[in-house]
């Protein structure tokens, strides 16, 4: 069960990264619509992910895997941080994109 909670994890932030690219790699002015839902979207799942994390690490303190959470914790502190950076970073690039569109 814990092992999906990891997979979830990864697929959420993977959802969080991909939903922007999507959004600036569009050229169609008939989907410019959706960009705000997307973006929303996008930020969702990193809160998504970020918390299955929390989760992870909530399991791991009850199950008292004290060496688990000495050997992740680095790791997990590095890769919580590039995936909130990158997301807001794709989605306020989005925004930029998006507003100039709209303003034209």
Request: hydrophobic share 55%.
């Amino acid at each position: 069960m814990m092992g999906l909670i990891n997979l979830g994890s990864l697929v959420f932030g993977l959802i969080a990264w991909i939903l922007p690219v999507v959004n600036l790699t569009r050229n169609n002015k008939y989907e410019d619509r959706n960009w705000v839902l997307l973006a929303v979207i996008s930020t969702s799942s990193c809160a998504i992910s970020l918390c299955f994390q929390i989760f992870y690490n909530n399991y791991l303190v009850k199950m008292e895997d004290w060496s688990a959470l000495k050997d992740t914790t680095g790791a997990l502190v590095n890769i919580a941080a590039l995936l909130l950076f990158v997301t807001i970073l794709l989605n306020v690039l989005t925004l930029i994109v998006y507003r100039n569109r709209t303003e034209n």
